[in-house]
């Protein structure tokens, strides 16, 4: 299965590389140059295949727990001073996607969608530590049941140059279900209580609507 927003590159993928390795075929002489053009062309749409790929994830909704919103691995887990919606310290668990990742971005929660705004910018790698505020990317709240309100947000990374957001101000959003994609390599931050335990470390690779990032800290701590 692949995500609706590779399906216009895909077919012009897929008539690009057909139309290459036709050329290659009837126009080019020396076997090991033709052999080389056509292995190449075809590398290169089933790598375009499988970045548009788009697994199904059966998630049951759970209210205590927090899930990855994208596949990756964590790069930072840390407090932050959170200037454009909350204007509060929050918990930032950041996860970077490597080209080879899955790119859809899936709700990390259940809840109502209270805030969703897209803000043009740079480009800069999706580590760095200004991408957060400086780059491309969209912010995205959500007010859940048990967590009260807490964010995401798609970066745009030195790859990535569109960022594709699904959540609208005032939707009824399910956990794990499609929230948008990110093209190209990127970054997505989660913006959580200061209250919550936070169930991953740095360097771990998570799966989107599969591993926890967080949990609600039980009444007696």
């Known amino acids: 299965m692949f995500?609706?927003?590779?399906?216009?590159?895909?077919?012009?993928?897929?008539?690009?590389?057909?139309?290459?390795?036709?050329v290659a075929q009837y126009y080019i002489d020396v076997e090991?140059?033709?052999?080389?053009?056509?292995?190449?062309?075809?590398?290169?749409?089933?790598?375009?295949?499988?970045?548009?790929?788009?697994?199904?994830?059966?998630?049951?909704?759970n209210f205590d727990e927090i899930l990855a919103p994208v596949d990756g691995k964590v790069v930072v887990i840390e407090e932050v001073d959170e200037p454009e919606y909350f204007k509060e310290k929050r918990k930032q668990v950041s996860i970077f996607m490597s080209?080879?990742?899955?790119?859809?971005t899936r709700y990390p929660a259940s809840?109502?969608?209270?805030?969703?705004?897209?803000?043009?910018?740079?480009?800069?790698?999706?580590?760095?530590?200004?991408?957060?505020?400086?780059?491309?990317r969209t912010t995205i709240i959500l007010?859940?049941?048990?967590f009260g309100e807490i964010g995401y947000?798609?970066?745009a990374g030195a790859m990535a140059r569109r960022i594709v957001n699904y959540a609208e101000e005032g939707e009824q959003v399910t956990q794990g279900d499609d929230a948008g994609f990110i093209k190209f390599g990127s970054r997505v931050d989660l913006l959580l209580p200061l209250d919550c335990d936070i169930t991953v470390k740095l360097n771990q690779k998570v799966v989107g609507a599969r591993t926890c990032i967080a949990s609600i800290r039980p009444l007696d701590d």
């Open 3 to 22: 995500h609706k927003e590779g399906q216009k590159i895909i077919i012009a993928t897929f008539f690009l590389v057909v139309a290459a390795v036709l």
């Open 32 to 61: 090991w140059i033709r052999f080389a053009v056509q292995i190449a062309a075809l590398f290169f749409l089933i790598a375009i295949l499988q970045f548009f790929r788009n697994p199904k994830r059966l998630v049951t909704p």
């Open 99 to 104: 080209p080879t990742n899955v790119h859809v």
């Open 111 to 136: 809840g109502t969608v209270t805030y969703s705004k897209y803000h043009p910018g740079k480009y800069l790698v999706a580590w760095h530590p200004k991408s957060s505020t400086e780059n491309e």
């Open 143 to 146: 007010h859940t049941p048990k």
């Open 153 to 155: 947000r798609q970066i």
